[in-house]
């Protein structure tokens, strides 16, 4: 029961069947875009949001720290390195500040969050152009996180991590943002 709703009533609602809303949250299923356009207004939201949210997705610069972020929480939070640093790659490449333009989704795990903002200013400044104002939102962690995870190179980290990084309480080493 979603907002005091029973599966049938939110059925009723939008005009569906209860079989077809029981579908919608099946997992693996993939509902029609017009089933789902029928089941928003009956939760009282704007029944234009869920077009306007899709069609934002598909516009989503595919090389963007937005994108980057998605891919890590669809492909699980091991996998960050590999979805940031093709971020940095992309970012580098051209130089263009429309890749850092939207922030990564709040549901991103904090520390992954804090460390998005920090490559984003750190790269910003490497470029000498203004870090996007979604970065100022995003605050220090409670702990400190040393991103290598390698004890014997906790106190390297302490000395070498930019100052983006430990302003936010993230520990990396002075080449973190060097490729091979």
Known sequence: MLRGLSQRALARRGAISFKGLQLIEKPGHDPKLSTLQKVVPSLGLPSSG??????????LHPDSVEAAALRILEDGFDTWRIHLFNFVDAFRAPGDPALTRSAPPDSLDPRLRCMTASIVESLCHERAIPAPSWCLGIGPLPDPWF??????????????????????????????????
Do not use: D, T, Y
């Open 147 to 180: 991103a290598a995870g390698v004890e014997n190179l906790k106190a390297m980290a302490l000395v070498e991590s930019p100052a983006e990084f430990r302003a936010r309480n993230i520990f990396v080493l002075g080449n973190f943002l060097e490729r091979a």
């Open 50 to 59: 869920l077009v306007r949210v899709v069609n934002e997705f598909l516009m």
